[in-house]
């Protein structure tokens, strides 16, 4: 069965470094997204991708964050300069076309920024 | 402000009891709702509900929509250790192509032996 995978499973980061976050979705998914959830609370959303663009952002998503999709089947979570808050489980999901499709969701990389 | 509201927050029940998780929303156009499971790391997918009164089933779990109260169940019956897990509950507002999905905070439930 077709799954989104996610390296690496563990990045440990010190505060001020970029990190890139990878992400392969399912293969004939057109939509992507990133969400965040810090230890014991809620998962957010952060960022949705189609079509070579960002579709919809959320309020976390500042200027420190940016997503690409270098080819055909990576999609990357770019954090510029880390900060402790962005410590947290980052889960990449996708979604195929049409109005009811579900997202499906990667296992998931913990970062851990010191 | 666009919420999701689960309860209980935790739940303990022994294998072979039946348990049904609540979640509310309030969302300004609602499209879908979903239920995933998350036992170590990735949400997996249950259930997707867009319209009221019709009961999706898989094995023991069921899940209901009532969009004029604004609630879903989840139902699991004959519960098993392998049940454990925190059990999310997530909103799709309309609106948009992208469909970004709010979580609510999600119920543990412990399944004992």
């Known amino acids: 069965e077709p799954e989104v995978t996610q390296t690496p499973s563990h990045q440990v980061t010190q505060m001020g470094q970029e990190v890139i976050l990878r992400c392969v979705p399912i293969s004939n998914h057109l939509y992507f997204y990133w969400y965040r959830q810090i230890l014991g609370q809620k998962v957010e959303f952060l960022v949705s991708f189609y079509n070579n663009e960002i579709s919809e952002k959320s309020e976390i998503f500042d200027d420190q964050f940016s997503v690409e999709r270098p080819d055909g089947s990576n999609f990357t979570l770019k954090i510029r300069s880390t900060k402790l808050e962005d410590s947290a489980m980052y889960f990449c999901?996708?979604?195929?076309?049409?109005?009811?499709?579900?997202?499906?969701f990667g296992p998931g990389t913990r970062l851990t920024v010191t | 402000e666009d919420k999701v509201v689960q309860s209980p927050l935790s739940l303990v029940v022994h294998e072979g009891d039946t348990v049904t998780l609540n979640c509310s929303y309030e969302v300004t156009n609602f499209r879908s709702l979903l239920w995933y499971k998350q036992e170590k790391k990735a949400p997996t997918f249950l259930f997707m509900l867009?319209?009221?009164?019709i009961e999706k089933k898989s094995g023991r779990l069921s899940s209901i929509l009532d969009k004029k109260e604004l609630f879903s169940i989840l139902n699991i019956t004959a519960t098993q250790t392998g049940d454990s897990a925190v059990y999310l509950c997530?909103?799709?507002?309309?609106?948009?192509?992208?469909?970004?999905?709010?979580f609510g905070t999600g119920t543990l439930l412990a399944v004992q032996p």
């Open positions: 999901a996708s979604r195929a076309t049409g109005m009811s499709y579900e997202q499906y």
């Open positions: 867009t319209s009221s009164g």
């Open positions: 997530a909103v799709e507002p309309r609106g948009g192509a992208t469909n970004k999905l709010i």
